[in-house]
DNA sequence: GTCTATACCTGGATAGAC
DNA sequence: GTCTATCCAGGTATAGAC
């Protein structure tokens, strides 16, 4: 009984959470009510307070669903490649694999931070979570590539084209362009694979050397 | 007393754009209230609606306030450099020159433009003009520099990577980041202007050719 | 032109029946 | 656990005095 009355608490939980993940992302935090999670979830407003407290708890949930997901989807391109060129690669390719998505609403992670950062909203450091974890999991990939020196900045520089492209995409629907721009990525990651990589000096020049 | 009357209302319009623009900059759109705004002019609620219809006008009013000051600048960079490969430059440098505003607010196009897509609002096409604008402009540069086919995919190119280092600029924070990754643009646009351009066919490899 | 007052709605949140 | 009913704050928008 009490067994029974948990499994539904957590289903109907994780029903809320899925549904608002989905819907933050698409209409954005803010702009999605609790009239239109409880729509999708067919469930009654009222009873939203019974498994969170308050709004900004639905996006705590959220966010950490996200993460899980994030860190289980980087550990999987992880046993799926021995080399660190073929992860980054993975990552690039999220651009191409999600690419109907990503023309629609944009990058999650970004759009989600953006909004945060402008409502000024305490969650923002949880999200922020979200762009370290592929931080660090990118640097960690350019340290076994043997750029030790400067695999934060190598990570940091892909992380913000990949923003970039989908920012991009999502004004502009250009399906050529995100493949343009995910094979110039790739050819940049090769092309510094037989570099002897890069400092984080003061006066270190490029983080890629052009010709 | 016409002419008076005119340019009171004219005056307090004006209040109302400029205030209008840099809250919907720092708080978005859908989050900057009336209230918001007529604090910061000081003036009643109910007064907005004798130089507007709606928020959406305002809204409107907003963007092609921000559309002519946008040409007027890119106007401007062409006027003090004669060199195209000059004024990609002062373009590309507008990320150090708001770096602050930057930081703490991201781009103004590029949040606008996401947040309208979010609310699936009808100013979209507007708001996009701002980027076609930078798009046109650059794509015209390019032309000047030599690389009349792949033009306009070396302008999206160079866009998408303002837009990525604004948006983990305003993430992160972090000031180094932004030069670092100015300097590499720079250096892109160096070895740019030495090749002999890119094309923009089906199986063109690279957008630019990192060593 | 600008104000005050107010209508109307939708949002998040609470109370209590079942 | 879920519902209905309700509260209250805040938003946009309108009416009408000045």
Redesign the interface.
Known sequence: MQKACFMNARATRNQIVEAADQLFY???F??TSFSDIAETVQISRGNFYYHFKSKDEILDAVIGCRLANTRSMLEKWEADSARPGDRIQSFIRILIMNQTKIML??CPV??L???L????HPSQANA?QL?DTFLDWLSRQFTLLGHDQGAK?LA??I???????A??A???R?EA?IE??V??MC??LE??A??EGLHDEEN????????
């Open positions: 698409e209409q954005g803010e702009h609403y944009g970004g759009t931070c953006a909004e950062g402008k409502l000024d922020e762009f900045t940091l520089h992380l913000a084209r990949s923003q970039g492209v920012m991009l999502n004004v502009y250009d362009f343009r721009e094979r110039d050819s940049w092309s510094l037989g570099s270190q020049r490029d983080v890629h050397r052009p010709s």
